[in-house]
């Protein structure tokens, strides 16, 4: 089982940047492809990012992908998105989730229903 914990949201302007990890526990880690997800209120969750085990592959959704990075450090069971450019429309409780058998590939990363374990969230707020 991997347990995970969302830090690093806050309040910032618009342009600003903000950096979130998720830190995981489990003895799977290493090998769970992790995913990032939004819920702006009043509207459904989104896929934000995801990347593999290994950390070799990336996925971004079209709104994001030129201003943010996601990463991780096996060495500190960690997973980080880089949030550059940020808009209002950013605005959103940010979740990490996890898969127990990687599904990311052939358009399957933003699937919800494939992430096995998800955090609690933290909240981001972007004013203009």
């Known amino acids: 089982r991997v347990h995970l914990v969302e830090s690093g949201g806050g309040s910032v302007e618009t342009g600003g940047s903000l950096t979130l990890s998720c830190a995981a526990s489990g003895d799977t880690y290493s090998r769970n492809c992790i995913g990032w997800f939004r819920q702006a209120p009043g509207k459904e969750r989104e896929a934000v990012a995801a990347?593999?085990?290994?950390?070799?592959?990336?996925y971004y959704a079209d709104s994001v992908e030129e201003r943010f990075s996601i990463s991780r450090d096996h060495a500190k069971n960690s997973v980080y998105l880089q949030m550059n450019s940020l808009q209002p429309e950013d605005t959103a409780t940010y979740y990490c989730a996890a898969q127990d058998l990687c599904a990311l590939s052939g358009g399957r990363w933003p699937t919800q229903a494939l992430y096995d374990y998800w955090g609690q969230g933290t909240q981001v707020t972007v004013s203009s």
């Open positions: 990347i593999t085990g290994p950390g070799q592959i990336t």
